[in-house]
């Protein structure tokens, strides 16, 4: 999954980047990429080698594994271990980046009791000076205070950082299914606000 200088040669500007960070929207960015991927860049960032693996159908060239327990878990699972796997892995994060120029990016991120909060909240922070947007879920209840800790410091970092950050509530769209919350459901809304927020 490291990244293979070869691959990068001669990159174009595009005029988006999508970075996906964690396991929510793996959907929504495996069928991006089979639509877009000769227009747009695509990025995934994971403290979960298995996910990255196994659920995410873009080049391995394009996948980042930032946790620190490949074999077989997900790493740790707060904000403050998202934030270290960020500066664990700052200068990868950054030439990565760099080597995907576009003039717009947009992350994508589900904000729950998962590192992927911390480690958008440090990706915000080296992104912070292009024309970049946030896509993000909170949590629902039963995910637990933990969940909405995490969630409520990313969105902070996130305004911090961010041209614009859109959110939306798992809760909400599961008291509008009558108390279910399927995977589908939350593809569609990211799918729905990325549509939105990426006209040209």
Do not use: W
């Amino acid at each position: 999954m490291y990244l293979l200088n070869k691959y990068f040669q001669q990159k174009k500007k595009r005029e988006f980047l999508f970075i996906f960070i964690g396991d929510l929207g793996a959907n929504v960015l495996n069928e991006l990429y089979n639509k877009n991927q000769s227009d747009y860049y695509f990025l995934a960032i994971n403290s979960d080698a298995s996910h990255l693996n196994n659920n995410v159908r873009i080049p391995d060239e394009c996948k980042i594994f930032i946790g620190d327990q490949p074999e077989y878990s997900c790493g740790k699972r707060d904000f403050e271990s998202g934030l270290e796997y960020i500066t664990q892995n700052k200068k990868l994060i950054k030439r990565t980046i760099k080597r995907h120029p576009a003039k717009q990016t947009i992350l994508v991120a589900g904000l729950r009791y998962s590192s992927a909060s911390g480690i958008i909240a440090g990706i915000s922070k080296i992104v912070k000076k292009s024309n970049t947007k946030a896509i993000v879920s909170t949590p629902f209840a039963a995910e637990g205070q933990n969940a909405f800790s995490n969630s409520f410091k990313a969105l902070i970092r996130l305004n911090q950082n961010l041209n614009k950050v859109i959110s939306f509530s798992c809760e909400d769209i599961m008291r509008e299914n009558g108390g279910k919350l399927l995977i589908e459901d939350l593809d569609k809304k990211f799918f729905e606000l990325i549509q939105e927020n990426s006209k040209n």
